[in-house]
């Protein structure tokens, strides 16, 4: 009899395991493989488990393991009472995968079910930007700014999408909030630059394409944009100076009226 119980011993052990546990351990640790693998089993002892099919579906997410995380995330939309969280995560998968109308049904899903969800808001906007509804990105943008105005990046995308519907001094106090908060984040100099040139301020278009090919010396539009406002300032010698830079880095521009003022 003494040599059964260290095999009973580890049946017990082993029966005792709580994989669906040990999952979310090693999912909140970031060990996402570990964490797979812990879910996986947890499923082929309990397939109908809501929880751990949820659960594996955000590892895979983690693990850029698109495809196979929206088969999970699909099981919990098909057969949950309360998928809004499996409709976020499936359409976050599609997002990553540009896929970006089936991105946009399922944020929509989400706010169906919950009118206050701010990812939704501020993914479905992102949506739209990349579908170039662009009235429809505002709108749900500023839904995503009520609900979270502390979040940096709303800004930011919100001034894209105002500065594409003609709103350009909505777009620049966008892009001036973000760069106010983060002034490290060059592509906002830029864009804030584009609406005070469509603006006519050629003076602040100019600050802000300085400071972003200082920044970013492969950034060859930003000097080609500050010569066309030094242009339109008729300061020549610096507007000539900024398209023959340019052209020497090897910008190609798609117009000609630099040739009518510097070669001259």
């Known amino acids: 009899m003494a040599r059964i119980y260290p095999l009973f011993a580890v049946i017990i052990l082993a029966s005792c395991t709580d994989y669906g546990k040990d999952g979310l351990e090693a999912f909140d640790q970031g060990n996402y493989v570990e964490a797979l693998e812990m879910f996986s089993i947890a499923l082929s002892r309990s397939p109908n488990n809501e929880s751990y099919h949820y659960n594996k579906a955000r590892t895979l997410e983690e693990l850029e393991m698109y495809e196979e995380a929206l088969v999970e995330y699909s099981w919990v939309v098909r057969n949950s009472p309360m998928p809004s969280d499996a409709y976020l995560g499936r359409g976050r998968c599609y997002w990553k995968m540009e896929d970006y109308k089936s991105a946009g049904m399922d944020f929509t899903n989400v706010l169906r079910k919950s009118s ?8 479905r906007g992102r949506v739209e930007l990349k579908l170039m ?132």
């Open 116 to 123: 206050d969800n701010f990812e939704a808001y501020y993914l």
């Open 133 to 264: 509804d662009y009235a429809g990105a505002v709108e749900d943008l500023n839904e995503a700014v009520r609900l979270n105005p502390k979040h940096e990046m709303v800004y930011f995308h919100r001034g894209v999408a105002r500065g594409q519907t003609g709103f350009l001094q909505g777009a620049i106090h966008d892009f001036s909030k973000i760069i106010e908060s983060n002034p490290g984040l060059v592509q906002a100099y830029y864009n804030r630059g584009i609406c005070f040139q469509r603006m006519h301020r050629f003076e602040s278009a100019i600050e802000d394409f300085s400071h972003v090919f200082k920044n970013d010396k492969d950034k060859l539009e930003s000097l080609w944009r500050r010569g066309y406002c030094y242009l339109q300032l008729r300061n020549y010698a610096k507007a000539c100076s900024d398209f023959n830079q340019a052209i020497l880095r090897g910008f190609k521009p798609g117009v000609t009226y630099h040739l009518e003022v510097c070669n001259k």
